[in-house]
């Protein structure tokens, strides 16, 4: 028996029915529609993103200080010269224990303090030649002495931080160094005045480490001419003497790099006519864009590119923007114009940086610690340098040239140590009061 529940009449009562459990034509077009619209929107929605993203990634990249902060993480900026060792002896008396350089040195240094771990880190510092230096003052008298202290200290302090610094003394410890996310800390000795004209103590300093020597400081050895004698006029060597020339060969055996910052323009040439291993100036300029004797001028440069060598250029402000440039403000910009000069005249693989970070006090602006260096990158790349181009100047220039130095040395394995003592009658060693002379003495 049917349940009058669910009687229905025949013909309209079936019709209603239907028209129930199945959907009319219109609304399956319908939902069709609004389903295709939704896939349409999903795809969209993909395309716009698969677009965005790679746009705002492109963008990033191409922000020229983001893009020099890249670079910096890919290739380790090897600075030429920073004087914190000399900061450290001239307040501190090397005692280390009285700074922490996980603290802001700026008021710590007088009117230098513009090195500290804390902007190392800031300014992506990949290596770093530490300057040990000692005064003119000192020549003749307690010059290597002080040296030695000063070798010490940078030693003393690269140990005391070993989690930022490592000791090296080689092109790829350079490299190492810095995959292990360390800087990379090597020994420049300012001034040859600290090896007291002796080769035999030249090799000793090669064994604790120096990696270059700055042939003069502001003043003559006994065997060389510095800067001031061309803006004297008052040369006394005329360049090298023939003993400067054998410790240019024994540099060259050792492995040593020849650092001409300092020097005269005509001991810049005669160098590079002996070296038969590139040469570097760790903290010069264009002295085309800045006439002072401290910078290149063009014919060196030029010969320093025959050579394979290196120019490290400086941020000094007096070595940077003096005549003719004569800039109203001197900033960065300067800087980045003598990195480009140099690199016009010399070549790309010539150009490097060598801040000279506390040994000036002044400097221009945007460079005015060691957390500036992305910005001197960003602007470079603002004037279109490739990435290829600015990795060079970074530290791969430097590294290439440390390199075939260390294969010069190599090849001159089987030669004997030159150990030609420096004459008697060399100026400043004639009657030296403060030498002991042991030739024809006795020996019992």
């Known amino acids: ?18 028209n129930l459990v199945k959907p009319s034509k219109s609304s399956f077009l319908q939902s069709r529609y609004i389903v295709i619209i939704g896939i ?15 746009v705002a990634v492109s963008r990033r990249q191409s922000d020229p200080l983001t893009r020099a902060k890249n670079l910096m993480r890919e290739v380790p900026l090897v600075d030429g010269h920073n004087d914190l060792p000399w900061q450290l002896k001239s307040n501190f008396d090397n005692q ?34 530490w300057a040990a230096y000692m005064s003119c003052s000192a020549q003749y008298k307690d010059a290597l002495s002080h040296t030695l202290q000063q070798i010490d200290v940078i030693k003393r302090f690269v140990a005391q931080y070993p989690d930022v610094f490592e000791f090296v003394t080689t092109a790829q410890g350079i490299m190492d160094a810095f995959n292990n996310g360390k800087i990379g800390s090597l020994i420049g000795m300012e001034g040859g005045n600290g090896m007291d004209s002796d080769l035999g103590v030249l090799r000793m300093l090669y064994d604790l480490g120096v ?9 003559n050895t006994p065997w060389a001419d510095n800067w001031t004698v061309d803006r004297d006029r008052n040369p006394e060597f005329n360049g090298l003497s023939a003993w400067g020339e054998t410790l240019i060969k024994e540099m060259n055996r050792l492995g040593m790099l020849i650092d001409l910052s300092h020097v005269s323009a005509d001991t810049m040439r005669d160098s590079l006519e002996v070296t038969t291993a590139p040469v570097i100036y760790s903290h010069s300029s264009a002295y085309e864009l800045c006439n002072h004797y401290r910078n ?27 005549y003719p440039k004569n800039d109203t403000t001197c900033d960065l910009k300067v800087v980045a114009d003598h990195i480009e000069y140099i690199r016009d005249v010399c070549g790309i693989d010539c150009v490097g940086i060598g801040s000279d970070y506390d040994g000036v006090t002044t400097l221009p602006e945007g460079l005015e610690d060691v957390t500036t260096y992305p910005a001197l990158i960003a602007e470079l790349i603002e004037r279109s340098w490739s990435d290829e181009d600015i990795k060079k100047l970074l530290g791969l220039n430097l590294i290439r040239a440390f390199e075939e130095a260390e294969k010069v040395r190599d090849s001159m394995k089987d030669t004997m140590p030159y150990d030609d003592p420096i004459p008697r009658a060399a100026p400043g060693e004639a009657d030296n009061k403060c ?8 020996s019992n």
Not at 211 to 219: A, F, K, L
Not at 296 to 302: A, E, I, S
């Open 296 to 322: 290149v001028p063009d014919d060196v440069l030029k010969l320093v590119k025959d050579n394979g060598g290196v120019v490290m250029v400086n941020f000094y402000d007096k070595y940077v923007c003096c």
């Open 1 to 18: 028996m049917s349940s009058p529940k669910y009687e229905v009449e025949e013909g309209a009562g079936s019709s209603s029915v239907e």
């Open 40 to 54: 349409v929107a999903v795809v969209a929605v993909v395309v716009a993103v698969s677009i965005a993203v790679p």
């Open 211 to 219: 990696r270059y020597m700055t042939i003069t400081h502001s003043c």
């Open 96 to 129: 280390l224990q009285r700074l922490d350089l996980n603290e802001d040195t700026s008021n710590k240094f007088g009117s230098y303090g513009h090195t500290d771990i804390p902007r190392l880190r800031q300014g992506l510092l990949g290596a770093q030649f």
């Open 435 to 442: 030498r002991y002379y042991v030739y024809n003495q006795p």
